[in-house]
């Protein structure tokens, strides 16, 4: 083990019951200050056989929050305080693709942004830093969420485009096809800027986009009932706590820093020279950069 080892803390990010999973202890609701204003909710804290995880639902419990007005650079900060050091986030979408119906997962590891509300950086005017996302997700994480589903018989892609729209409102026609075209795979509101504040903050990150529809380019989409959406979110949710839970003891014991480099993002990032550097947001940073600010 070398001098950087890490002990892992899992943060998960997703819907509202992500953390009712049979065994968890010590459990406790906290609320953690962010210096970039509220997340989503108050964290909840749980172990499963010593393992530490770190449970925040992305729209509040009862989805309160609709994607746009989703907090993400406070979320992630959150999550960054209390020492997570991966993050597993679910969440559901539409598929964009034949091959992938409803109940299946999708392990995306690459993703087009056509979000235009949100704030997409910690970064700003005072203190610059442009991280590399070529590749934008974990795929040590990948590693470990597709043996998990492999061995629980879930049906499931590993890699694939998840296309992230503002929302709230679904794709129209035109658009929906138009994604299909750019060869996208699934579609849903939340995992961007999510996905490049948590490498902006050093925490590896990897995504499960639980299907749950078809988009509206499918000639059945019209036929799809409330009932059976809500049927595929319940069995979908039953099985992403079953993932957690079985992915939490691959992940758990001291290692080395991440062999993909999501740990040491900022490592060249960082652009705007020391003594240029606003002295306010260097101290907002503590948290997401204090590693290479300190």
């Not at 800027?193 to 986009?209: G, Q, W």
């Not at 992403?240 to 990032?269: F, H, I």
Request: proline letters at 5%; glycine letters at 10%.
């Amino acid at each position: 083990m070398g001098e950087g080892a890490v002990k892992p803390i899992i943060g998960v990010i997703g819907g509202s019951g992500v953390y009712e999973i049979d065994g968890l202890e010590n459990t406790r609701w906290e609320k953690v200050e962010s210096s970039f204003g509220k997340p989503s909710d108050e964290l909840f804290f749980g172990e499963l056989n010593g393992q530490q995880l770190v449970f925040l639902p992305r729209h509040g419990r009862g989805h309160r929050i609709p994607p746009s007005e989703v907090n993400y650079c406070a979320n992630i900060d959150a999550l960054k305080r209390v020492g997570v050091t991966e993050i597993l986030s679910i969440s559901a979408c539409g598929s964009l693709k034949e091959d992938y119906p409803p109940g299946t997962f999708v392990i995306a590891d690459q993703f087009i942004d056509r979000t235009i509300n949100r704030k997409k950086s910690f970064f700003s005017k005072g203190l610059v830093a442009h991280v590399a996302l070529g590749h934008p997700v974990c795929s040590r994480l990948g590693d470990v969420i597709e043996d998990v589903l492999k061995a629980q018989g879930v049906p499931h892609y590993r890699g694939g485009i998840y296309l992230a729209m503002e929302g709230p409102q679904f794709s129209t026609l035109a658009e929906s096809n138009l994604y299909r075209q750019w060869n996208c795979d699934v579609i849903g509101m939340t995992n961007m800027p999510e996905a490049k504040l948590a490498r902006e903050a050093e925490i590896c990150y990897a995504t499960v986009a639980m299907v749950t529809d078809f988009d509206c380019w499918h000639p059945d989409h019209d036929h799809v009932t409330v009932d059976a959406i809500i049927a595929v979110l319940l069995g979908n949710a039953d099985k992403g706590r079953a993932l957690v839970k079985a992915a939490a003891p691959k992940l758990s014991g001291e290692r080395d820093l991440c062999p993909c480099g999501c740990q040491t993002a900022l490592e060249s990032a960082l652009i705007t020279a020391p003594e240029a550097r606003d002295p306010e947001l260097v101290k907002k940073l503590d948290a997401v950069a204090g590693r290479v600010l300190g």
